[in-house]
């Protein structure tokens, strides 16, 4: 770690923090209370859903977060420190060797803290296109989850806030798909620190209008193009589900608790017979006794795409026949459990550019890393209420591509993107050292399925991950094509003089076997697994939830967070998993009006 970052958790460390009722383990919860709902997880979705719940004071709700607070981790504060936020934040997961990637073993990271990812994430606030969620409508059956229907719950969520620069904001954003009331819970802002390269990622636009159009907003539905970022930021300061929805006077509330550092090992069916179970009952650790507490209402799992399949799979609840094999007797046999895995694979390409002026510098030097981490503790200003990315962009694969004669499209519609493309004034995920430009590269359109299963019997063995990255030959071409726009955007005139040359390995590619190894050796994960316990038709035979997203076959569990989204959207995870918790809660609360 920076010695910055040493000395800024020492720093948080010191200082006295009220941040509400948090319980530290779960034997300092008073005896003899009983509640409505159980939440697992205190991450992005079981930090807005245990909110809302406890919105309604004849709720009595109790959330179970694996981790610590998020309270005071200045490395999680910072917008520039996300990508050195402590180890110890991190359920620290790494991935089954990958065959399509040379055998590579990859690290998975999901935060480990309430707040859950949302508090170590890049905290990119993208929310994909329309054609996403007409999709899931489609899919499911269900038109609430419709783009028209949906948009609502991501205004909801959402409270536009200033740039940490107040800058004028006229002709970076449409305020008209955004919550500008301040009734919304999530701060998202536009960039609070220019870049130096800004100027010239703009001209690209006038320069190459056609490959590299301006886009007002992508967050409208219809993201392709280039356009400003959008960010989960507030003051300079990342805003989280934990700052936003677990906030002091949420934690007030005398119907909510909030167990920290307990692990939930399962979920427990608390009745035999019939057609529908019932699982109102969770198995936690406490301390060394395994302790189980029962929920009146419901248990909503929302422990992520990672550990929700892992704690339902522990539970006998997925494939009868694959638990059989490591010993685990089947409560509920639902074989997509733990299926579907899809994630977005992403790769970096770099150059070295004729400037000093970078992200690179700060970092890399402890003085300057000092100075501008001051600035930011002392207003919350300066370089470091950034991440070093100030602008996306989003495109297509041509629709005469060869590559359509042997696959058919996975994008949803004509307005959904294949591609993002974010420019960052740094070497950011390279690796490498030096001054640097680089493009971080999503193909957003994944037709590569994965799994989570399980090692052994033992809930407290971590998951086998395996996300089978590029095992179809689309994903490899898409990679491949954005690598190359990426090039063509890095040799526009705007760029004469300042880029110098590629650097690293992307140096030496000059064939098309080069471009496609590069891909090969260096692809890994954009961290935006969903799918598995994806929703499905209320009637069908195969996928976990119910587009109510209720347990198929069961009652009093249901699951909200991103594992039950049944395709990756094209964009970053956090705002849909946020839409869709706020519509959760709502559909929580209309079953059980009082």
């Known amino acids: 770690m920076r010695l910055i970052g040493i000395f800024a958790l020492i720093l948080s460390s010191s200082q006295s923090?009220?941040?509400?009722?948090?319980?530290?383990?779960?034997?300092?919860?008073?005896?003899?209370?009983?509640?409505?709902?159980?939440?697992?997880?205190?991450?992005?979705?079981?930090?807005?859903?245990?909110?809302?719940?406890?919105?309604n004071s004849r709720f009595n709700v109790l959330v179970i977060e694996a981790g610590p607070t998020n309270a005071g981790v200045i490395d999680s504060e910072v917008p520039l420190f996300d990508l050195d936020i402590p180890s110890r934040f991190d359920w620290n997961f790494t991935t089954v060797p990958q065959t399509a990637l040379g055998g590579r073993v990859m690290p998975?990271?999901?935060?480990?803290?309430?707040?859950?990812?949302?508090?170590?994430?890049?905290?990119?606030?993208?929310?994909?296109?329309?054609?996403?969620?007409?999709?899931?409508?489609?899919?499911?059956?269900?038109?609430?989850w419709a783009w028209k229907n949906i948009l609502p719950y991501f205004l909801k969520s959402e409270k536009w806030v200033p740039p940490a620069d107040h800058h004028n904001t006229v002709g970076q954003f449409d305020p008209t798909f955004h919550n500008l009331k301040g009734t919304g819970m999530t701060s998202v802002s536009l960039p609070g620190f220019q870049l130096p390269i800004d100027g010239r990622v703009l001209q690209s636009t006038k320069e190459f209008p056609k490959e590299f159009p301006f886009t007002l907003d992508y967050n409208d539905g219809t993201p392709l193009g280039l356009g400003y970022l959008q960010s989960t930021i507030g003051n300079g300061t990342r805003s989280s589900a934990a700052t936003a929805y677990l906030n002091p006077s949420v934690l007030a509330r005398p119907n909510l608790e909030v167990v920290l550092n307990t692990r939930v090992t399962r979920v427990l069916s608390n009745s035999s017979g019939g057609k529908a179970k019932s699982f109102r009952r969770v198995e936690l650790l406490s301390g060394t006794r395994m302790v189980t507490i029962n929920a009146a209402k419901e248990v909503i799992l929302s422990s992520g795409s990672v550990m929700t399949?892992?704690?339902?799979?522990?539970?006998?609840?997925?494939?009868?026949?694959?638990?059989?094999?490591?010993?685990?007797?089947?409560?509920?046999?639902?074989?997509?459990?733990?299926?579907?895995?899809?994630?977005?694979?992403?790769?970096?390409?770099?150059?070295?550019?004729?400037?000093?002026?970078?992200?690179?510098?700060i970092l890399n030097s402890p003085t300057l890393t000092a100075r501008f981490f001051a600035q930011w503790e002392a207003n919350h200003t300066g370089p470091m209420v950034n991440i070093g990315v100030d602008h996306l962009s989003y495109s297509r694969i041509p629709a005469n591509s060869p590559i359509f004669e042997n696959f058919s499209d996975p994008s949803p519609g004509q307005n959904s993107p294949h591609f993002e493309f974010a420019i960052a004034n740094g070497a950011g995920f390279t690796g490498l050292s030096g001054n640097l430009i680089s493009g971080v590269l999503a193909a957003l359109t994944p037709v590569s399925r994965g799994t989570i299963t399980l090692k052994s019997s033992n809930p407290l063995d971590p998951p086998i991950?395996?996300?089978?990255?590029?095992?179809?030959?689309?994903?490899?071409?898409?990679?491949?094509?954005?690598?190359?726009?990426?090039?063509?955007?890095?040799?526009?005139?705007?760029?004469?003089?300042?880029?110098?040359?590629?650097?690293?390995?992307?140096?030496?590619?000059?064939?098309?076997?080069?471009?496609?190894?590069?891909?090969?050796?260096?692809?890994?994960?954009?961290?935006?697994?969903?799918?598995?316990?994806?929703?499905?038709?209320?009637?069908?035979?195969?996928?976990?939830?119910n587009p109510d997203l209720m347990l198929k076959g069961a009652q009093g569990l249901r699951i909200v967070d991103a594992s039950v989204m049944p395709f990756v959207p094209a964009a970053h995870t956090q705002a849909s998993t946020y839409a869709i918790a706020e519509r959760a809660?709502?559909?929580?609360?209309?079953?059980?009006?009082?």
């Open 17 to 55: 923090f009220c941040y509400g009722a948090l319980r530290q383990s779960f034997s300092e919860l008073p005896s003899g209370l009983s509640f409505d709902f159980v939440v697992v997880g205190g991450g992005l979705a079981g930090s807005v859903v245990s909110s809302r719940l406890s919105e």
């Open 108 to 144: 998975y990271p999901r935060g480990f803290m309430l707040g859950g990812s949302s508090s170590v994430n890049g905290m990119v606030y993208t929310r994909g296109s329309s054609a996403d969620f007409d999709r899931f409508a489609r899919f499911t059956g269900d038109s609430g």
């Open 309 to 361: 399949p892992h704690i339902l799979l522990n539970s006998g609840i997925g494939d009868k026949h694959e638990l059989a094999q490591i010993g685990i007797s089947s409560t509920l046999d639902l074989p997509s459990v733990g299926k579907n895995l899809s994630d977005h694979p992403m790769v970096a390409v770099g150059y070295f550019v004729n400037s000093s002026d970078t992200v690179d510098t």
């Open 465 to 545: 991950i395996d996300p089978m990255f590029l095992t179809s030959g689309f994903d490899v071409f898409a990679l491949k094509e954005i690598i190359k726009t990426a090039k063509q955007f890095f040799t526009l005139p705007t760029w004469k003089g300042y880029v110098l040359e590629p650097a690293g390995a992307f140096a030496n590619i000059t064939t098309e076997e080069d471009l496609e190894q590069y891909v090969i050796d260096n692809a890994g994960s954009a961290f935006h697994p969903v799918g598995t316990s994806s929703m499905s038709p209320r009637n069908a035979n195969f996928g976990v939830v």
């Open 585 to 594: 809660s709502d559909l929580i609360k209309a079953d059980w009006q009082q």
